[in-house]
């Protein structure tokens, strides 16, 4: 008989199941309630029961960027994370296990069927604070939402690129960091996905977003990109006093 472990991935808060089959997990934050008919799982850790909640990689793009070899997601525990885009809480529901209690997700989504089930969700888990606006004005949600270490966007709107710069130019510390899911057919249906994703790094670069990585989410989502990079990064003090 085979045993079941989990093992911490390299991104901390994020496990890997190793069962049947291997599968990416987060430790569960509400002990016996599944999110979205996910399968749960119960391993002995020294000698107490703990229960993760396994990630489906067509189901979230930050499981896939994960699963893909992103270098980093920044978003680990006791961080407080701006999702905008939030949709029905999949991966919000993941984004809560990783920063645990001590972390905070704010969830913008504008659609009221879709803000209805993010609102369920954040009835067990109080880590999450459900906005229900539209993500192109955030001045309206600035007193619901502090400054924030983190933003992921995954908005899937032509002008998602400005999104994601008026909510970091309001909400993301200087030297944060930012991911962006980007649709290259949501952005223009006639241009190759390659030449998309170029220029919504121009468009990025121009506000103060500095990329450092992207890769696509293939084979989990066709023309599809993760872009992850840095806000107004910091200079350490270091290399100011060296260049003197």
Not at 37 to 48: I, L, S
Not at 122 to 133: F, G, H, M, W
Not at 176 to 181: A, P, R
Not at 196 to 222: D, H, I, M
Request: proline share 5%.
């Amino acid at each position: 008989m085979r045993v079941v472990t989990v093992e911490p991935h390299r991104h901390e808060g994020v496990f890997i199941y190793r069962g049947m089959e291997d599968a990416l997990v987060t430790l569960n934050m509400v002990p016996g309630q599944s999110v979205y008919g996910e399968r749960r799982v119960t391993v002995n850790e020294g000698g107490a029961k703990v229960e993760y909640r396994t990630w489906n990689p067509f189901r979230s793009k930050l499981a896939a960027a994960i699963l893909g070899g992103v270098d980093q997601i920044h978003i680990k525990p006791k961080c407080k994370v701006l999702y905008l885009g939030a949709a029905s809480g999949t991966t919000v529901s993941h984004v809560s296990d990783i920063i645990g209690p001590d972390g905070l997700v704010y969830a913008v989504e504008f659609s009221h069927r879709a803000g209805r089930d993010l609102v369920n969700v954040a009835k067990s888990r109080t880590n999450i604070i459900p906005v229900l606006e539209d993500a192109r004005h955030p001045l309206k949600y600035r007193m619901l939402v502090g400054m924030v270490d983190v933003i992921f966007a995954d908005v899937a709107q032509p002008d998602q690129s400005r999104i994601l710069a008026l909510n970091a130019h309001t909400f993301l510390r200087n030297g944060g960091h930012f991911l962006i899911s980007i649709k290259a057919n949501c952005i223009d249906s006639t241009a190759s996905a390659e030449a998309v994703f170029a220029s919504e790094v121009r468009k990025l670069q121009q506000e103060n977003l500095k990329p450092q990585e992207q890769l696509t989410l293939e084979p989990y989502e066709r023309d599809h990109a993760v872009v992850v990079g840095v806000y107004r990064p910091i200079r350490s003090s270091s290399k100011s006093r060296s260049s003197k």
